[in-house]
């Protein structure tokens, strides 16, 4: 198992050029959020942004548009023409990483429309949350995703991907088979929080108790996005993204305590974090 420190950071981690504009940083695509389900669609575009990302734009239902605009006025956002669930996905520009998922629900007209974009997908791909559960229930469509997709589910999401398992070695192994068998990359959302590509196993190193709360995996999703819309390959955008969401909030609970430590307190630590690396 590798151990994903700060040195082994340091060597993923590409400086922002003096002579670069929001053009070159990337444009990300986030898809999701329904009807009383948009703060994740929110938390996760906003964190995109605050990992460096140069443009980001946001699709959701009718009913988000005001509230992701206003909570993000530095964001774009597309509507589909339903207004309560995601319908039909359209967009006429060529994103750099894309996030379909987060918030979205599993109507039935939802999955057919999950469907229809990751048939005709050809951009580098996030799956998490409502995405990762019409793909549990529908596993012939992996062989669909891109090669070296990102899956970032928690344990629940991963059962329903993989199976039961009794012990810790067993889930391992699946989620190896499985990462071999379709060439993706998976974040295993836990405590630490491991990575795994083909035969290789990551351990984050950072993190702790205070990330267990509402949303902090919808900002782990706009932190990944938005490396790999920056150019990064996708299992360094991943193992980037879970080591600087985890020093969050080792940064963070020291002002904050555990407790008190939310979702958009990780966006707000994201600075700090950058600095400290």
């Not at 340091?10 to 929001?22: G, Q």
């Not at 891109?146 to 009794?166: A, M, Q, V």
């Amino acid at each position: 198992m590798i151990k994903v420190s700060k040195e082994f950071i340091l060597n993923l981690y590409k400086p922002i050029v003096s002579s670069t504009h929001k053009g070159l940083q990337g444009h990300a695509l986030l898809i999701g959020g329904s009807y009383g389900k948009m703060g994740s669609v929110c938390l996760s575009s906003k964190a995109a942004l605050k990992s460096g990302c140069g443009l980001v734009t946001s699709f959701v239902p009718k009913c988000g548009y005001a509230i992701v605009q206003i909570c993000i006025p530095e964001i774009m956002v597309l509507t589909d023409d339903n207004e309560v669930i995601i319908s039909k996905i359209k967009f006429n520009f060529k994103p750099n990483a894309v996030c379909i998922g987060i918030g979205m629900g599993q109507d039935s007209q939802t999955k057919r429309t999950f469907y229809d974009f990751i048939l005709q997908n050809k951009y580098p791909l996030i799956i998490d949350t409502d995405g990762l559960n019409i793909l549990s229930e529908n596993k012939d469509w992996l062989s669909l995703l891109p090669n070296k997709t990102i899956l970032t589910p928690h344990k629940k999401e991963l059962e329903r991907l993989i199976g039961i398992w009794k012990l810790e070695e067993e889930k391992l192994e699946k989620v190896i088979q499985l990462s071999l068998k379709y060439n993706l990359v998976v974040v295993i959302k836990r405590a630490p929080t491991v990575l795994v590509y083909g035969n290789k196993i990551y351990q984050n190193t950072t993190g702790n108790q205070a990330l267990a709360t509402a949303g902090s995996g919808d900002v782990l999703s706009g932190i990944i996005t938005s490396f790999v819309a920056q150019g990064y390959d996708t299992v360094d955008a991943a193992l980037l993204g879970v080591y600087l969401h985890g020093l969050t909030a080792d940064l963070g609970i020291i002002e904050t305590g555990y407790q008190a430590f939310i979702a958009s307190d990780i966006i707000n630590y994201l600075g700090n974090a950058f600095l400290s690396i």
